[in-house]
């Protein structure tokens, strides 16, 4: 069985757009992990406190990670898609001209 690429392979005229988007949306990221880090490493009783429907600071910042992590996953993926679309026409422009 040949396994080849389902759609053939061309340059990626986004490819800068979306390695600086993904360097910027991983420092973010990487800021507000190393936040959590921080508090429960040198406040750890502040992450015990019970801030909403009886969860504690250290949950609710749990789960907000993981939240933030998929929106910036979809995020991404709107924005890459966006930038791809804008070459393409781009692209297409310049060879029509």
């Known amino acids: 069985m040949l396994h080849e690429p389902a759609a053939p392979q061309t340059e990626d005229h986004a490819a800068e757009y979306k390695m600086r988007l ?6 973010f990221y990487a800021l507000f992990y190393a936040s959590f ?29 993981i939240i933030v992590a998929l929106l910036q996953a979809l995020v991404y993926d709107l924005m890459c898609r966006r930038q ?6 781009a692209m297409r422009e310049g060879e029509s001209s």
């Open 84 to 89: 791809e679309a804008a070459a393409g026409e």
């Open 22 to 27: 993904g360097l910027w949306m991983f420092l």
């Open 37 to 65: 880090v921080f508090l429960n490493l040198y406040s750890p009783t502040l992450m015990e406190s019970t801030i909403a429907w009886g969860l504690n600071l250290a949950t609710v910042f749990g789960f907000s990670l």
